[in-house]
């Protein structure tokens, strides 16, 4: 279920991320979903779901980091 907006993410992601890091999130959901829509495209047993929120968080993580506050910052 691709994301249409920043509005659409998981509460787990809006309440955490700043707004530019929420839209690394959605675009590389959308683009991780879109890629692993074929079930051999996949890593191990996860659904297509699980691995575009890997994705999505391997992206924020190359831009930004959780802080010492528990607050993700720009790298």
Avoid: C
């Amino acid at each position: 279920m691709p994301y249409h907006s920043t509005n659409d993410l998981p509460d787990n992601v809006k309440h955490v991320l700043p707004e530019h890091a929420q839209a690394i999130y959605k675009e590389a959901f959308n683009s991780a979903w879109q890629q692993y829509r074929d079930p051999d495209e996949r890593r191990g047993d996860d659904s297509r779901e699980e691995t575009a929120h890997k994705v999505a968080w391997a992206a924020v993580k190359q831009s930004y980091r959780k802080g010492d506050d528990e607050r993700w910052h720009k790298k």
